[in-house]
T-cell receptor, first 113, second 115 residues
Framework: GDSVTQMEGPVTLSEEAFLTINCTYT??????LFWYVQYPGEGLQLLLK?????DKGSNKGFEATYRKETTSFHLEKGSVQVSDSAVYFC????????????FGQGTRLTINP | DTEVTQTPKHLVMGMTNKKSLKCEQH?????MYWYKQKAKKPPELMFV???????INESVPSRFSPECPNSSLLNLHLHALQPEDSALYLC??????????????FGPGTRLLVL
């Protein structure tokens, strides 16, 4: 079945470091891919998305490129801030009569000043 | 406006209580979703409503009863819950387009504790 695999956390970085969170997927068909972020005590917020191969999603300095050949959607940011500390979920969607989101396990990111 | 609101923010209930969670959106979305999220886990889909009709039930126990009274509102009625049902319950909404993937927008969640 369709699935998403994220790199295991937690990830701890210093402020201004470069961030990569790996995400790979298995899917039949051509899903859209998403990164959601969850700050402590809150719901999920859409960070970025890509709907087809080679699309690049970007928002707030974060980027991810939909790579069909490697079935990947890695999240990157050039210089992280303390405020980026959160849990990041990679997800794909499938249409089974209605849209279903399939999430990865989440990666907890902590940025130290 | 991309806001989904949920009430209450926190809820504590006993195993014999009946309570309801509420979700509201005014984005004109015709698909609405309930998710359950346990600590340090991803959200798990429970129900999907499309055009106010239940389209997906992910084999959720009958002690959870969803209701979609109109296109803006989604309720989750709770009865005879178990302590293991304690979790964050998230509501989401999206447009409905066949074969075109639409973004789901999430509410802040209701944190439920069952004693």
């Amino acid at each position: 079945g369709d699935s998403v695999t994220q790199m295991e956390g937690p990830v701890t970085l210093s402020e201004e470091a470069f961030l990569t969170i790996n995400c790979t997927y298995t899917a039949t068909g051509y899903p859209s891919l998403f990164w959601y972020v969850q700050y402590p005590g809150e719901g999920l917020q859409l960070l970025l998305k890509a709907t087809k191969a080679d699309d690049k999603g970007s928002n707030k300095g974060f980027e991810a490129t939909y790579r069909k050949e490697t079935t990947s959607f890695h999240l990157e940011k050039g210089s992280v801030q303390v405020s980026d500390s959160a849990v990041y979920f990679c997800a794909l969607d499938i249409i089974q009569g209605a849209q279903k989101l399939v999430f990865g396990q989440g990666t907890r990111l902590t940025i130290n000043p | 406006d991309t806001e989904v609101t949920q009430t209450p923010k926190h809820l504590v209930m006993g195993m014999t209580n009946k309570k309801s969670l509420k979700c509201e959106q005014h984005m004109g979305h015709r698909a609405m979703y309930w998710y359950k999220q346990k600590a340090k886990k991803p959200p798990e889909l429970m129900f999907v409503y499309s055009y106010e009709k239940l389209s997906i039930n992910e084999s959720v126990p009958s002690r959870f009863s969803p209701e979609c009274p109109n296109s803006s509102l989604l309720n989750l009625h709770l009865h005879a819950l178990q302590p293991e049902d304690s979790a964050l319950y998230l509501c989401a909404s999206s447009q409905v387009q066949q074969q075109i993937q639409e973004t789901q927008y999430f509410g802040p969640g209701t944190r439920l504790l069952v004693l």
